[in-house]
């Protein structure tokens, strides 16, 4: 009975005025039943060729862009030029006025970028792509949800102190915060995650979370190399941004003879404690005798 079916519906497909070739057996092949849409799998559109939107960023609350993939041509589906087009809400109601991005340049390549003029913080935005009049990816967000700073600047470090034993460091590590955050005034308060490593590791160590833009590293090891990084968000909402230029941090060894398992006892101090601790003793000694010849 289903074979009878599709080669109906085919008949029908060839016969619409509608549509031509294969558009019109896709379009009436989407109405069939699935295990007739399933005999002919090749007719339907492959939604993962499409573009799709991959991030929209905003770096300091006052500007934000949005990219999306560029797989106009190797799907198995003609699209046209690709488009978007962006709606917010004032208030508490959607306008129904789609308007074009402003500006397909500034960010590069398939992408749209709104400068501060068509930024509102405390507004939210839908955004879609658009292929011959059509959909093909949509989403929605304010512009607080999707800050993620530019990387922390002019790393640099300094050695604290080293430990009596000369195995371990400590040091301190300096940053400076994005130039176009403006933290001065208040409009971002930035968290920041420093983490490091043996040059030779691949796994990094994080810190928690801080508000300052310098953080001591304790126990280091000597005669190692380690690489540091630092990255920031906005606290309290967005997402971490990327990560700083990779800072080297080498700790020469401070000893020639210094290593890990050996441990150098203070045999001067003993020997200085030791002949004032005789010196004491025969004092007390004389003294004691002189005492009992007196008696």
Known sequence: MDLWQLLLTLALAGSSDAFSGSEATAAIL????????????????????????????SPERETFSCHW???????????GPIQLFYTRRNT????????????????GENSCYFNSSFTSIWIPYCIKLTSNGGTVDEKCFSVDEIVQPDPPIALNWTLLNVSLTGIHADIQVRWEAPRNADIQKGWMVLEYELQYKEVNETKWKMMDPILTTSVPVYSLKVDKEYEVRVRSKQRNSGNYGEFSEVLYVTLPQMSQFTCEEDFYF?????????IFGLTVMLFVFLFSKQQRKEN
């Open 30 to 57: 989407s109405r069939a039943p699935w295990s007739l849409q399933s005999v002919n799998p090749g007719l339907k559109t492959n939604s993962s060729k499409e573009p799709k939107f991959t991030k929209c960023r």
């Open 69 to 79: 993939t560029d797989e106009v041509h190797h799907g198995t589906k003609n699209l």
């Open 92 to 107: 508490q109601e959607w306008t129904q006025e789609w308007k074009e991005c402003p500006d397909y340049v500034s960010a």
């Open 266 to 274: 203070p045999w001067l101090l003993i020997i200085i404690f030791g």
